[in-house]
Nanobody, 114 residues
């Protein structure tokens, strides 16, 4: 499974961005899909994930601001980010779980200016 993330960029505090991730290759049977981020000085953390059945989980720091979704083919996962804060700055990685293996995209940089 290959994952290609896009949509990062520069936003002002209070702004919005939408991240997209497209999966290709052996995509049948995809389970969890979601997003992690690596922020300066911190270890990689889960931002949002969504199970095949539609259950969603968010980091406390993004609840009410970020929304994760998947398309009906289960080959795309999106992250709508609203009311961005400078502390949201970081590299965002999409991931997918299939057959008990985790797959990662290359990361897309999000920079939020104050």
């Amino acid at each position: 499974v290959q994952l290609q993330a896009s949509g990062g960029g520069l936003a002002q505090s209070g702004g919005r961005l939408r991240l997209s991730c497209v999966a290709s290759g052996m995509t049948s049977g995809m389970q969890d899909m979601g997003w992690y981020r690596q922020t300066p000085g911190k270890s990689r953390e889960m931002v949002a994930r969504m199970t095949f059945s539609g259950w969603k989980e968010y980091a406390d720091s993004v609840k009410g601001r970020f929304t994760i979704s998947r398309d009906s083919t289960d080959t795309k996962v999106f992250l709508e980010m609203l009311r961005l804060k400078p502390e949201d700055t970081g590299v965002y990685y999409c991931y997918a779980e299939r057959a008990m293996h985790d797959f990662w995209g290359q990361g897309t940089l999000v920079t939020v200016s104050s």
